[in-house]
């Protein structure tokens, strides 16, 4: 069945149907994902759901306000650089766990110890490899002890390093003995099954501060539907309230339909194909910069971007988001499309009669499609690897991939420090480790000047142009489709802030 036949079957039933009101009246929200979360858990999951649960479920010492940039008090209250490597924070009091127990100095010491430990084996290690220590100080105080001077230190506090009570895990990989997670956010779990659906209940007892408060809603459902076209028809049909991750054209088509609205906008989420140049890369090929290059030129981006992807998709020319900090393409070599000398460098490099590579992606197939269209046109052809989030994530770090198409968001962290290092820094998910590289951006990441920082970050980006490792692509807008009458908000950052939506 078309998309269009779909839409025009279901609109008839979401005439009849009374569910947004009945969740109206009953001040819950329904919710739906194409992916299966693979942990509960913010530090073991890079799914952009863990990260949106990890906002709702859980606080952080400190959140970033949005508009300003500046970084205001959550479950610290203060806090003060002793010098470049030491930060005193005042913890605030009175705040409890979702099982009842208090929060305080011990949560703290034992969260962020547990996270630095790299045998603990959480994710995303970088979010958390710069801390040396964690002391108590006082019942509601503590320090915090890096290895180099860290600039980012207080973005990485205000985004992915939540806090769990004490003594939480029972192992590393993130074990535990209890029964749902447990934080001190506006919503805790109400319940979760692996792979299935997942319910959220308000936090009654919810402290928080001015800068993030308490929710409106009783209670969210979170379901996993990995069929677009079955979110929207539940959508339609009155069985969700709100999905997000529409491709433009059914974005479209829904903004037309009565009792559904529609939001859109550019997001911190940068698509590029990461090419492995290591000694022992699937394709050898990959290490010619002459082939590099070729790819580089053999894909319309803007047209991509335009066309397919849509409003709120900008061009990029270097990887990484533009309002992140250190973010930049002077200076940066850019590779217009041009398919001739495309055809012209790989005929250079000996591949006059062909080349083929395999392109591992997990999400956006429709650009997947597009990109393998675009570089069968100059003699390129390419076999196609769809995974889940995760196996491609273990393919990634194992180099066995030789393109991948990753969109990365970053954590939603604005700083540099959060996007480009991960691909290029030497950690776990680079493949180039190019030494030269790894040492800029290591040393961008341990100084607090940030006119030396911006300096090092644009040489590291144009060394990476210049060099055609990569092949940077666009921004990604999300778009968003909402029942009647709930009342959202979108941000760049991508995280739903569930605790400020409620219905009309």
């Not at 993130?174 to 997942?198: E, R, V």
């Not at 395999?358 to 076999?383: D, F, P, Q």
């Not at 995974?387 to 991948?404: G, N």
């Amino acid at each position: 069945m078309t998309f269009y036949k779909l839409l025009l079957g279901t609109a008839l039933a979401a005439m009849t149907a009374i569910p947004a009101y009945a969740q109206q009246s009953e001040n819950s929200l329904r919710f739906a994902y194409g992916q299966t979360l693979e942990s509960p858990d913010p530090y073991f999951t890079t799914l952009r759901l863990g990260v949106i649960l990890g906002r709702n479920v859980w606080d952080t010492l400190v959140v970033r306000d949005l508009e300003s940039g500046e970084y205001k008090p959550l479950l610290a209250t203060d806090w003060t650089w002793v010098d470049d490597t030491t930060l005193d924070l005042t913890l605030r009091e009175g705040v409890t766990f979702h099982d009842g127990s208090p929060f305080g100095a011990d949560d703290v010491v034992y969260t962020l110890s547990y996270v630095a430990n790299p045998e603990n084996r959480i994710v995303s290690q970088q979010v958390a490899e710069w801390i040396e220590s964690v002391e108590k100080t006082g019942e509601h105080s503590v320090r915090i002890h890096t290895k180099s001077p860290t600039p980012a230190a207080l973005e990485f506090l205000s985004s992915q390093l939540v806090i769990l009570p004490s003594d939480y895990y029972s192992g590393p990989a993130g074990a535990t003995q209890h029964a749902l997670p447990i934080g001190t956010g506006p919503f805790k779990y109400d319940s979760y099954s692996a792979g299935g659906d997942m319910f959220l209940a308000r936090n009654d007892d919810y402290v928080g501060s001015e800068f993030k408060t308490a929710a409106s809603l009783d209670r969210v459902s979170i379901r996993t539907i990995p069929d677009q076209q079955t979110q929207i028809a539940e959508l339609l049909s009155g069985g969700l309230d709100l999905t997000m991750g529409l491709p433009k054209d059914q974005a479209d088509q829904l903004a037309r339909m009565p009792g559904v609205q529609v939001q859109s906008g550019e997001t911190m989420r940068i698509v590029f194909l990461q090419i492995n140049t290591t000694d022992d890369t699937p394709n050898p090929a990959l290490k010619d910069i002459r082939v590099r290059q070729a790819l580089n030129h053999a894909i319309d981006k803007a047209a991509i971007s335009e066309n397919l992807v849509g409003e709120g998709s900008n061009v990029i020319n270097t990887v990484c988001f533009i309002q992140q900090f250190g973010c930049t393409d002077e200076g940066a070599t850019v590779y217009e499309f041009n398919p001739e000398r495309a055809k012209e460098l790989l005929a250079e490099a000996g591949y006059a009669d062909g080349l083929t590579v395999k392109l591992h992606a997990y999400r956006e197939r429709h650009i997947s499609e597009a990109i393998i269209n675009y570089l069968g046109n100059v003699g390129v052809t390419v076999e196609l690897n769809y995974m889940q989030p995760a196996a491609m994530r273990d393919a990634m770090r194992a180099r066995t991939v030789e393109l991948a198409q990753s969109a990365w968001g970053s954590y939603s962290i604005y700083d540099l420090s959060a996007s480009t290092p991960v691909y290029y820094g030497g950690q776990p998910d680079d493949n180039n480790l190019d030494p030269e590289l790894i040492e800029i951006l290591e040393k961008a990441g341990s100084i607090m000047d940030p006119e030396e920082r911006k300096a090092l970050y644009a040489a590291a980006l144009k060394k990476i142009a210049d060099e055609a490792l990569a092949i940077p692509m666009f921004t990604l807008p999300t778009f968003y489709a909402g029942a009647e009458g709930l009342q959202f908000t979108t941000s760049s950052d991508e995280i739903l802030r569930f605790w400020e939506y409620g219905w009309e």
